[in-house]
């Protein structure tokens, strides 16, 4: 049996940082693209930053040079290092495995992946 379990959302004041992590058990973050998708009340989910078997990073422009996608393949576990958050990042963030090796973030589709977590809040306040 898949399971996605992220942690580490919160509240934070703008400028603040945040680390998240998604638990994976039952599925095998090195030989799969992982990804970090978030949907704020009202608006569409959209990708936030993909990882890819090799490693390789992919991010929405939005959150480039902000945030930072990594994975331990030893541990199974997927992170999100978020730094200088902006009121808009206010959403509840998803850990997701896209089923594919490859995965660039425009290639991320939001309503297929093939597993996903229960979710984190972030809330970011001004």
């Known amino acids: 049996q898949v399971q996605l379990v992220e942690s580490g959302g919160g509240s934070v004041q703008a400028g603040g940082s945040l680390r998240l992590s998604c638990a994976v058990s039952?599925?095998?973050?090195?030989?799969?693209?992982m990804a970090w998708i978030r949907q704020a009340p009202g608006k569409e989910r959209e990708a936030v930053a993909v990882?890819?078997?090799?490693?390789?990073?992919g991010y929405a422009n939005f959150v480039k040079g902000r945030f930072t996608i990594s994975k331990d393949n030893a541990k199974n576990t997927l992170c999100l290092q978020m730094n200088s958050l902006k009121p808009e990042d206010t959403a509840m963030y998803y850990c997701?495995?896209?089923?594919?090796?490859?995965?660039?973030?425009?290639?991320?589709?939001?309503?297929?992946?093939?597993?996903w977590g229960k979710g984190t809040q972030v809330t970011v306040s001004s």
């Open positions: 039952g599925y095998s973050t090195s030989n799969h693209a």
């Open positions: 990882v890819d078997d090799d490693s390789r990073a």
């Open positions: 997701a495995a896209d089923g594919r090796h490859k995965a660039t973030i425009a290639a991320v589709d939001v309503y297929d992946m093939d597993y």
